[in-house]
């Protein structure tokens, strides 16, 4: 049962365009929502997250948007570049702090092109 | 500050053979963890330690994967025997506490069972 789910193997954008990254979840117990960016040969990198308690986080050029209802969350990357270039993995946990394991349900990933 | 350590990078060995990954985190991170990678899939949580401690490893295949953290620093993920199905990448990471904040990778061993 794939709890967290990222439908887009692979997207690719110009460079200077908006990149927009989708993730869907099903279980409503989830709280707390993490994107990791990931290049070939290493280890995710966390690049944002955001609790329940907000629609929006922002950092920079990434902004996370969290819609509850509909059990989805997305990342838009603005202006993309070229180092934008990366796997992209929607994490998600029941609990960001204290409790229980709190342990991450990670997507499948999704490969951004960001063409120059 | 360093990131967290791993070795080997790489690995192949035959099914039913032995083999143990090593992982130093970052240097005061309570928390380390073992993930899974299969190609096309996202990490999958194998075991988490808080100190020495085990909290979670419900999804560890126990039959045949082990894991310890001594001293609460370094660890060790151990598969005897391995199986051809074991071919993925073992991430170890580790965090300040056991929220579920940031978690911090490292680069990864890339195990092949031929």
């Known amino acids: 049962d794939q709890q967290v789910k990222q439908n887009s193997p692979s997207l690719s954008v110009q460079e200077g365009r908006i990149s927009i990254l989708n993730c869907d979840y099903t279980?409503?117990?989830?709280?707390?929502f993490l994107w990791y960016k990931k290049y070939p040969a290493e280890g995710p990198t966390f690049l944002i997250s955001?609790?329940?308690?907000?629609d929006k986080n922002e950092d920079g050029r990434f902004t996370v948007f969290l819609n509850k209802s509909a059990k989805h969350l997305s990342l838009h990357i603005v202006p993309s570049q070229p180092g934008d270039s990366a796997v992209y993995f929607c994490?998600?946990?029941?609990?960001?702090?204290?409790?229980?394991?709190?342990?991450?349900?990670f997507g499948t990933g999704t490969l951004l092109a960001v063409q120059p | 500050e360093a990131g967290v350590a791993q070795s080997p990078r790489y690995k192949i060995i035959e099914k039913r053979q032995s083999v143990a990954f090593w992982c130093n985190p970052i240097?005061?991170?309570?928390?380390l963890y073992w993930y899974q990678q299969i190609l096309g899939q996202g990490p999958k949580l194998l075991i988490q330690?808080?100190?020495?401690?085990?909290?979670?490893d419900s999804q560890l295949p126990k039959d045949r994967f082990s894991a310890e953290r001594l001293k609460g620093v370094d660890s060790t993920l151990k598969i005897q025997p391995a199986k051809l199905e074991d071919s993925a990448v073992y991430l170890c990471?580790?965090?300040?506490?056991?929220?579920?904040?940031?978690?911090?990778f490292g680069p990864g061993t890339r195990l092949t069972v031929t």
């Open positions: 990471a580790s965090s300040r506490g056991q929220g579920a904040g940031e978690q911090y």
């Open positions: 330690f808080q100190n020495n401690g085990v909290v979670d």
């Open positions: 279980n409503s117990m989830f709280d707390y």
């Open positions: 994490a998600a946990s029941e609990g960001w702090d204290g409790g229980a394991t709190n342990k991450l349900i």
């Open positions: 240097s005061g991170h309570a928390t």
């Open positions: 955001i609790s329940s308690i907000k």
